[in-house]
């Protein structure tokens, strides 16, 4: 296996310091890669140039280091090509999410989107089927979630999918053990527009939730809410202006045009089998409801992680609104159509998000 190494890596590893491996990158005598702002090694060529290379290079390598094993605020920080995919802004990690989370560094996400397995909800799908209960269900996301309040900045939103099930209604019982564990922010509601015709004994269902969860009570999150308004539509803006309480019309009609507030219920057709969207996924999100909520979340350049990518959704959407991100999917086909997915935005220089 042959890691990837960041710099502080490759500057422990040669006992140099950080602006020291980068005037070696820069002098072309460590191959390196772009990524963001980061320079990205082979551990392999590290590793070759403090056998062979490194002449007045600093103290002698020490062995335990070369796995590449950093510590940052804490939290080991550690990734392999051979799990490591880096594409476009981002890289998508095919792991479980449980042996990635523990190595990212604390307090480096602005912002979480994770749409997990929601347990018995998809019957026929193995990994919504994976625990013997509902309260080993409860204790994994509990897991998780504690790891993704480590890594979550303290003014960022953790945003999590979730779904009731035709036998198990665990979603209920994650909610009231996550505010606990959390602070509870909001409940979005996304309606996708037409009912799923699952039920004879109810309304038909219609809607998914978003579980919104903060740090705490006293955080206030970046929450850009100008990001995602409404149009009002022609004939309610010529009405508005018809109303004679307003007197500087030019005012009153550009504030119209801006539109409104999005409320907390996020009208996005779901994706139908005839979608050019739709790609393979038995729970792929809309872009348009994800690219929402990332605009809303974080700023150009902010990174936004996904534990559970799927199809790459998070992925794709923060890719084209310049965010930065990582992905997280068990699932090598998955992860295969995620790459491809964002290979694809990252070849249309005006990739657009309608
Ligand atoms: C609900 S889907 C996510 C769909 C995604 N939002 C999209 O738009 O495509 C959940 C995903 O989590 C993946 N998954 C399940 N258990 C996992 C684990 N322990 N670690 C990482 N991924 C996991 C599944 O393979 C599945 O693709």
Same mark, same amino acid.
């Given at each position: 296996?042959d890691?990837?190494l960041?710099? !502080?890596?490759a500057a422990?590893?040669?006992g140099?310091s950080q602006?020291?491996?980068?005037?070696?990158i $820069?002098d072309?005598?460590?191959?390196a890669k %772009?990524?963001g702002?980061?320079?990205?090694l082979?551990?392999?060529?590290?590793q =070759?140039?403090?056998?062979?290379?490194?002449k007045?290079?600093g103290?002698p390598v020490e062995?335990?280091c070369?796995?590449a094993?950093? +510590? !940052?605020d804490?939290a +080991?920080y550690?990734t392999?090509?051979e799990?490591t995919?880096l594409?476009?802004?981002? !890289?998508?990690?095919?792991?479980?999410?449980?042996n990635?989370?523990?190595?990212?560094p604390a307090n480096?996400?602005? +912002?979480?989107i994770?749409?997990p397995?929601?347990?018995q909800?998809?019957?026929e799908e193995?990994?919504d089927?994976?625990w013997?209960?509902?309260?080993?269900?409860?204790?994994?996301?509990l @897991?998780w979630?504690r790891q993704?309040k480590?890594v979550?900045k303290q003014d960022?939103l953790?945003y999590?999918?979730g779904?009731?099930? /035709?036998?198990e209604?665990v979603?209920?019982?994650?909610?009231?053990?996550?505010a606990?564990?959390m602070?509870?922010?909001?409940?979005?509601i996304?309606?996708?527009?037409?009912?799923?015709?699952e039920?004879?004994d109810?309304?038909?269902?219609?809607?998914e +939730?978003v579980l919104?969860l903060?740090h705490a009570a006293n955080?206030?999150?970046y929450?850009?809410k100008?990001?995602?308004?409404l149009?009002?539509d @022609? *004939? /309610?803006?010529q009405?508005?202006?018809?109303?004679?309480?307003? %007197?500087? $019309? @030019?005012i009153? !009609?550009?504030?119209?045009?801006?539109? %409104?507030?999005?409320?907390?219920?996020?009208r996005?057709p779901?994706?139908?089998?005839?979608s /050019? *969207?739709?790609?393979g996924h038995p729970?792929?999100k809309p872009?348009?409801l994800?690219?929402q =909520?990332?605009?809303?979340?974080?700023? $150009?350049g902010?990174?936004?992680l996904?534990?559970?990518l799927?199809?790459?959704?998070t992925?794709a959407?923060?890719q084209a609104?310049g965010?930065?991100?990582l992905?997280i @999917?068990s699932?090598a086909e998955y992860?295969?159509?995620?790459? %491809?997915?964002?290979a *694809?935005?990252?070849?249309?220089? *005006?990739f657009?998000?309608?």
């Open positions: 296996m890691n990837v960041t710099t !502080e890596a422990l590893i040669l140099v602006a020291r491996i980068r005037k070696l $820069k072309g005598r460590l191959p %772009k990524r702002r980061d320079l990205l082979q551990e392999s060529d590290v =070759l140039f403090a056998d062979y290379g490194r007045n290079v103290r062995n335990d070369v796995n094993t950093i +510590m !940052e804490g +080991m550690h392999s090509y799990s995919i594409i476009g802004n981002g !890289e998508i990690r095919s792991d479980d999410a449980l990635v989370l523990p190595t990212l480096r996400y602005q +912002m979480i994770a749409d397995p929601y347990f909800v998809l019957l193995q990994w089927n994976a013997q209960s509902s309260d080993d269900y409860l204790n994994w996301t @897991e979630v993704c480590r979550l960022g953790l999590i999918f779904q009731l099930g /035709k036998r209604h979603w209920l019982h994650s909610c009231s053990i996550l606990k564990e602070q509870f922010h909001d409940m979005i996304w309606d996708r527009a037409v009912g799923y015709n039920r004879y109810s309304f038909t269902p219609q809607y +939730m919104v903060r955080t206030k999150p929450f850009d100008d990001a995602v308004r149009p009002y @022609e *004939e /309610k803006i009405s508005y202006l018809r109303d004679k309480r307003y %007197k500087d $019309k @030019e009153r !009609e550009k504030h119209l045009r801006k539109g %409104k507030y999005a409320t907390n219920i996020l996005v779901s994706l139908k089998g005839s /050019k *969207e739709k790609i729970s792929q872009i348009a994800i690219s =909520l990332i605009s809303v979340s974080t700023r $150009k902010d990174y936004v996904d534990p559970f799927g199809s790459g959704t992925a959407s923060a609104l965010r930065n991100w992905g @999917e699932n992860v295969k159509i995620a790459q %491809k997915r964002i *694809e935005i990252i070849s249309v220089p *005006e657009s998000l309608d």
